[in-house]
């Protein structure tokens, strides 16, 4: 079993910056993918980024050069880096890992969510 546990979120005006992190621990012999989502209210969960274990990256339009993700492979640890914030970024932010346990198997584990509110 994996366990994620996110932190960083909060409330910030227009403009503002955070920082987003995910901590895995568990039965995780590699982490393939990690990957942010996040869903406002009344709307459907979106992919907002994504990053491999060799560190490629790939973006949602409506956030590239504003955000940045990254990842610490020795600590099994993601980061989302928001800066230039808008009110439409208002939403609960999700980590959503591919993870390759000791025995090979491929599962996927979703964080517990995390809100970020910017105001205007």
């Known amino acids: 079993q994996v366990q994620l546990v996110e932190s960083g979120g909060g409330l910030v005006p227009a403009g503002g910056s955070l920082k987003l992190s995910c901590a895995a621990s568990?039965?995780?012999?590699?982490?393939?993918?990690m990957s942010w989502y996040r869903q406002a209210p009344g709307k459907q969960r979106d992919l907002v980024a994504t990053?491999?274990?060799?560190?490629?990256?790939n973006y949602a339009d409506s956030v590239r050069g504003r955000f940045t993700i990254s990842r610490d492979n020795a600590k099994n640890t993601g980061y989302l880096q928001m800066n230039s914030l808008k009110p439409e970024d208002t939403a609960v932010y999700y980590c959503?890992?591919?993870?390759?346990?000791?025995?090979?198997?491929?599962?996927?584990?979703w964080g517990q969510g995390t809100q970020v509110t910017v105001s205007s």
């Open positions: 990053i491999n274990r060799g560190g490629a990256t």
């Open positions: 959503y890992v591919d993870v390759i346990g000791f025995l090979g198997a491929l599962n996927q584990y």
């Open positions: 568990g039965s995780i012999y590699s982490i393939r993918a």
